[in-house]
């Protein structure tokens, strides 16, 4: 299946909290995956806890990137 959401960070709570936060900011409407969340959420365990992805629609994309790469930076 084709998507056009791209994933442009993959890591801690944390950093994904920040980046989308900036990316709202600026009117950038991020998705954010956290597959421990659901699992835990549905009643299942997960070994890698706090790990969240942030997705962002094409049209948006070199906007993102910026504050991923000011956020990392930092």
């Not at 909290?17 to 998705?31: D, F, K």
């Not at 835990?40 to 365990?45: K, V």
């Not at 992805?53 to 990392?72: R, S």
């Amino acid at each position: 299946m084709k998507t056009n959401y791209t994933r442009i960070f993959s890591g801690n709570f944390i950093l994904a909290q920040t980046i989308v936060n900036q990316l709202r900011e600026i009117g950038v409407v991020p998705v954010l995956k956290d597959d421990s969340e659901s699992g835990r959420l549905a009643g299942f365990g997960s070994a890698i806890q706090g790990n969240q992805e942030v997705y962002v629609h094409a049209d948006e994309l070199e906007k993102a990137q910026k504050i991923v790469q000011t956020i990392i930076n930092i």
